[in-house]
């Protein structure tokens, strides 16, 4: 077993997670730039290096909610080694939807969640091998022909929820509407990744959804969702802000509003939300606690350091919650009753 240490954010921790993330912004940045769809959160050089060391678990156990299996190409062994090196006891694999040339997946351009994700068999094989260790949603692209079909089959036989809805289509549309229906059906959550112009568009419709489907719950994700937790937030083409958070914020009203909606802190844009400013995200901890989840979403091979967004956010978590109970909630206990693990 390894040892555990009371792992609290240093200002120097704070100023290489804060680096990371600006990698990361400008990696979005640069796709956008080109053309190219911005999509994929904190891809950094160090993604590509091997793993040689580990770092001592977190104390507690902890639940990530937001994982990906081949992302951005690396092995089952290399998830595995990250996630055990992020001290992590529960991971929740987050697959893509069948390949397809659809206006849905921007003509195939976003196939695989962007992000080189796998399908679902690909999370079901890791689970089947490791059960201890992993659980994962089932996921499909929501205006293919037998889409309900599929999704239906998977959690028949295990999956816990769906998700990373990751498409090209209103929040509130009749596809859209599809997937809800059948997790209000199977009792599970869905996960939604927003990003402005690009995936579950519409974001300010979402408290139509929220209200028809009151008895299903929703994990938010991504730059959109987290940047509106700024009531200043004017431009939604800026994805990753910076600088001071005034509350209120449309994500801060529908957590508030809606018991609901969850918030999936993972990737850049979950972290820059805490980063940006630690003041406010002390509050904004203290305020929404019940419903906030760690998730890493991180295609690193490490599994710790200043390019492994799931140690910044671990980090970020333990430093910035009122109290460790408070810590172990985001970490643990809210994806342990909301996900029934």
């Known amino acids: 077993m390894m040892a555990t240490e009371d792992y609290r954010l240093t200002r ?11 990698a990361s912004s400008l990696v979005a940045s640069a796709q956008t730039a080109s053309g190219t769809p911005a999509g994929t959160e904190l891809v950094t050089e160090a993604t590509t290096k091997p793993a040689t060391t580990s770092r001592p678990a977190e104390p507690g156990p902890i639940i990530d ?13 290399r998830l595995i080694a990250h996630q055990r090196n992020m001290g992590v006891t529960m991971t929740i694999l987050l697959p893509g939807g069948t390949p397809t040339k659809l206006p849905s997946t921007h003509n195939g351009k976003t196939n695989g969640l962007y992000a080189g994700a796998g399908v679902t068999e690909t999370c079901q094989a890791i689970v089947k091998q490791l059960p201890d260790e992993y659980r994962y949603f089932v996921n499909e692209v929501p205006d293919l022909p037998g889409a309900k079909q599929r999704i239906e089959s998977f959690l028949d036989a295990g999956a ?3 998700g990373e809805q990751k498409f090209n289509l209103p929040v509130d549309s009749p596809q859209m509407e599809l997937i809800y229906d059948i997790a209000r059906a199977y009792k599970v959550p869905v996960l939604l990744h927003f990003q402005y ?3 579950n568009t519409g974001y300010e419709n979402l408290a139509k959804v929220l209200k028809k489907y009151d ?6 994700h991504a730059q959109t969702f987290w940047a509106n937790i700024d009531a200043n937030h ?10 001071p958070v005034t509350p209120g914020g449309l994500t801060d009203k529908y957590l508030s509003d809606y018991p609901n909606l969850y ?4 990737a850049g844009s979950g972290l820059n939300s805490l980063l940006r400013d630690p003041e406010h995200a002390r509050g904004f901890i203290a305020r929404h606690q019940d419903r906030l989840l760690f998730g890493s979403d991180c295609p690193d091979p490490v599994g710790h350091g200043p390019s492994c967004t799931g140690s910044n956010l671990i ?10 109970p408070v810590a172990r909630k985001l970490l643990h206990d809210n994806a342990k009753r909301l996900l029934r693990i």
């Open 12 to 22: 120097r921790e704070l100023l290489a997670s804060s680096a990371a993330v600006l």
């Open 65 to 77: 909610v937001h994982q990906h299996t081949t992302y951005l190409g690396r092995s089952n062994e």
């Open 160 to 162: 816990i929820g769906i």
């Open 197 to 199: 112009e690009m995936f």
């Open 215 to 220: 008895d299903v719950n929703f994990i938010g």
């Open 234 to 243: 004017a431009n939604q083409k800026v994805l990753y802000p910076k600088g």
């Open 263 to 266: 918030g999936d802190l993972s």
């Open 315 to 324: 980090s970020a978590i333990t430093s910035l919650s009122p109290s460790k």
